[in-house]
């Protein structure tokens, strides 16, 4: 096939085996399947209540089992030919027997919700018929619990009691007691995207198991069922903490202090960088970071650490000591000595996941990291100002199954006086945030104080050579064949076509979301793109139906980077299929807070997990020749008032949490395209801060991609040119806010639209 012939004649040729179409093949819903299974993360199991034996009598109670969430909402949901629910995937695994006239009233209970255009995930628990209830008593004594959770991107959770999310509604409770009260075996299952209430049944002497089965996507019910049958031993840990109520995480007092601004006073601790330092938090929580049961036992012994050149290397033999096949999770923390910098007690710097071990099977792992990894980013000037720095004294290594069980090794990395990693500009300091959390558990005062942003001088020329009138046009796929340099054919187009190609171009095909390029006088073709993150986003009208994979959150508790690199090349063959180009995923933003409605499509609290997470999907999609467009560069942390809130927040916060994950991405894995964020960053809007898209982003990491905005923000255009962010989405036709080119027509040099269109041609050079 010729290059860009997808992108030019939309020939829809199957990829498949034999000629068969690769979208939502089965192999693909295997795939979903599998990552389900490997998510779940099982929470409790008392007495070894689970798995369930062969021709257990189960009875199924909560509208979760046939109201089953996928997914979340937005441009993360995922249009696919079904969605298994629980009672479905029991019923279909033949290994337990159901009482089904209990699971056919939830099912009619609703479908009439679903009738009366109540949405889907956020239907009213109905009350059980009294009949019913002592059917079910008489039919078994194992009662299974279901509840679930829809949220969306557009809007946050309120978490003020009118908006139950993290609670048990009344509806809930009610069902919740009166289960327990009839069954000697009670299991919980919870159908979430994000972080709930978890105390209910980790205290309840009459709950004995609990799964988070999280948003498992179209095959969610299937991998509950192999889980809940033994089919599959549970391997998945959280990438979150369990705290015991909402008003324990530290970010929840000031979530929705004002639409207008949002204060990380917190700083550096968030998550288990919170809960495993300020004094008094540990107690605050139920299930730590990392944490997840098994079925099966192991064992960690021979660990060893040593220092080659600038790495600290780990190995841990881990044996399978029970008696069932299973996985386990290895995490690598370190602790750094106390001195001027403050610093959390531990922070993840490595983890592998060990291959499926038999009974009495055991398997060595290798890991490594920077020694540099370990350091602090200085913003005060404590040691080093405007740099990463390692502070003098001991740093102590932990491994285990869990921030809290992982255990100090015998190994340690000692300075005997400090040392400067890397020596770094100031960027985007904060000028109101006011305070800022210790390790102490103390706030130091921060002083307001003005600004002013650094300006980056544009070295990139441009001469202009436009042919004159009657002369051949240069054609693009002469500079993929040699035949003309890039320079040389940005040459001739003139300011108001460089200004064109800066804007998105309409859909074609079966895009939703626009594309790029469009200049059929030089054979520049128009790539399309496609939302995700959970799979392929294809609106149904077209007929189309994609995989729909578990949502990210799940995926990260897979802890397996290798099964991410495949979900992601899955989903880009799905995306070539259809002759799109760039996917826009993955989503790493941070779980700064369980109320905001867009954690489902994000991986983790950590941004070590997110970054490994979202470069192995990267690293997957693009093998198949796939854009991949990490997203929402950053602090997209909220979705309420999203496009104009102001992210306030330190430079050390801003750099060790929230750009952390993009950063191991953007090194590990280059992605050709990134998407910035509606917010502001410290008085900035994200998409025009050159001091994150050229400072940081480009010049300390050496981003060489495209950057695109977020569709439909309301920065100014010709700041987005000016800070490095090449391209705005959607289509100028899609969009009657803005002209876009007009605004900028005046604004921008010549040499500034230049670099912005050599990126963009860049990428779509890279594109098949």
Not at 462 to 486: F, N
Request: aromatic share 10%.
């Amino acid at each position: 096939m010729e290059k860009w012939a997808r992108i030019k004649y939309q020939p829809c040729l199957p990829l498949g085996d034999n000629g068969s179409k690769i979208t939502g093949c089965q192999k693909h819903i295997a795939l979903s399947r599998e990552a389900a299974g490997e998510g779940i993360v099982l929470l409790k199991n008392n007495d070894k209540t689970l798995p369930l034996a062969k021709g257990t009598k189960v009875a199924i109670f909560g509208k979760a089992q046939i109201d089953y969430v996928k997914g979340g909402g937005g441009s993360g949901d995922v249009h696919s030919a079904y969605v298994r629910n629980i009672y479905e995937g029991l019923k279909l695994s033949e290994k337990v027997e159901i009482f089904d006239a209990l699971s056919l009233f939830y099912q009619e209970q609703v479908l009439a919700a679903y009738k009366n255009g109540e949405q889907p995930g956020m239907l009213r628990e109905p009350a059980i018929p009294e009949e019913l209830l002592a059917k079910a008593r008489a039919f078994t004594d194992t009662a299974i619990i279901t509840i679930n959770r829809y949220s969306s991107e557009f809007w946050d959770r309120k978490g003020d009691g009118s908006d139950p999310y993290f609670e048990l509604s009344l509806g809930e409770k009610e069902m919740v007691a009166s289960v327990c009260d009839s069954f000697a075996n009670v299991i919980v299952l919870l159908n979430t995207g994000a972080m709930i209430d978890t105390v209910w049944f980790e205290v309840s002497d009459k709950i004995s198991a609990a799964v988070m089965i999280w948003q498992g996507g179209m095959e969610g019910g299937s991998a509950t069922a192999d889980i809940l049958t033994g089919a599959v031993t549970p391997s998945g840990k959280l990438v979150d903490t369990c705290a015991r109520t909402l008003g324990d995480y530290p970010t929840t007092e000031g979530f929705h202090q004002s639409p207008d601004y949002v204060k990380y006073t917190e700083d550096i601790f968030v998550g288990y960088r919170y809960f495993e330092t300020i004094p008094g938090a540990q107690e605050k929580v139920v299930y730590p970071f990392g944490y997840g049961l098994s079925y099966t036992e192991f064992e960690m012994d021979r660990i060893r650490a040593s220092v080659v050149g600038e790495k600290i290397f780990v190995s841990v033999t881990v044996k399978n000591t029970g008696t069932y096949c299973g996985k386990e999770v290895v995490q690598v923390y370190y602790g750094a000595p106390e001195g001027k910098i403050t610093k959390p007690r531990r922070v993840l710097c490595a983890f592998q996941k060990t291959k499926l071990l038999s009974p009495g099977e055991e398997e060595t792992l290798y890991m490594q990291f920077d020694i540099d990894a370990m350091a602090s980013y200085d913003d005060m000037g404590s040691i080093e100002k405007s740099a990463y720095v390692m502070e003098r004294g001991r740093y102590r290594i932990f491994v285990g199954g869990n921030v809290r069980d992982a255990k100090e090794i015998d190994f340690v990395y000692e300075l005997s006086e400090n040392k400067i990693c890397k020596k770094c500009t100031e960027y985007l300091r904060p000028t109101c945030l006011g305070k800022r959390l210790l390790a102490s558990g103390e706030f130091l005062a921060v002083p307001d104080g003005a600004y002013t942003p650094k300006v980056f001088e544009n070295t990139y020329h441009c001469e202009t050579k436009i042919p004159a009138e009657g002369e051949e046009k240069k054609q693009l796929i002469d500079v993929w064949e040699g035949k003309v340099s890039l320079d040389d054919f940005i040459a001739q187009l003139t300011d108001f076509e460089m200004l064109e190609l800066l804007v998105g171009q309409r859909n074609t095909g079966v895009s939703n979301t626009g594309g790029m390029g469009n200049k059929p006088a030089y054979g520049i073709p128009s790539p399309m793109t496609i939302d995700g993150p959970a799979g392929v986003r294809i609106n149904p009208s077209t007929g189309v139906r994609t995989t729909a994979f578990p949502v990210a959150t799940m995926l990260a508790c897979t802890w397996n980077t290798d099964l991410l690199e495949r979900i992601g090349a899955a989903g880009a063959l799905e995306a070539k299929e259809n002759n799109l180009s760039m996917w826009l995923t993955p989503a790493l933003n941070i779980h700064r807070s369980p109320l905001c409605g867009r954690n489902f499509e994000y991986y983790s609290e950590d941004p070590f997990v997110a970054g490994k997470m979202a470069a192995a999907m990267v690293r997957g999609i693009q093998s198949q020749k796939i854009v991949a467009t990490p997203k929402h560069f950053a602090c997209n942390n909220k979705e309420t008032n999203r496009k104009e809130s102001n992210s306030v927040l330190s430079e050390r916060a801003l750099r060790e949490i929230y750009l952390k994950g993009f950063e191991i991405c953007v090194k590990e894995s280059a992605p050709k395209l990134i998407m910035t964020a509606y917010n502001l960053i410290n008085d900035v809007r994200a998409s025009e801060s050159a001091e994150l898209l050229t400072g940081i982003l480009r010049e300390e990491w050496g981003f060489r991609g495209l950057i695109t905005t977020d569709w439909h923000n309301t920065a100014e255009k010709s700041a987005e040119v000016r800070a490095g962010n090449d391209i705005r989405m959607p289509s100028r036709a899609n969009d009657g806010k803005h002209d876009y080119i007009d605004t900028i027509s005046v604004k921008n040099t010549r040499n500034e639209l230049a670099i912005c269109v050599k990126r963009l041609l860049e990428l779509i050079l890279w594109l098949e």
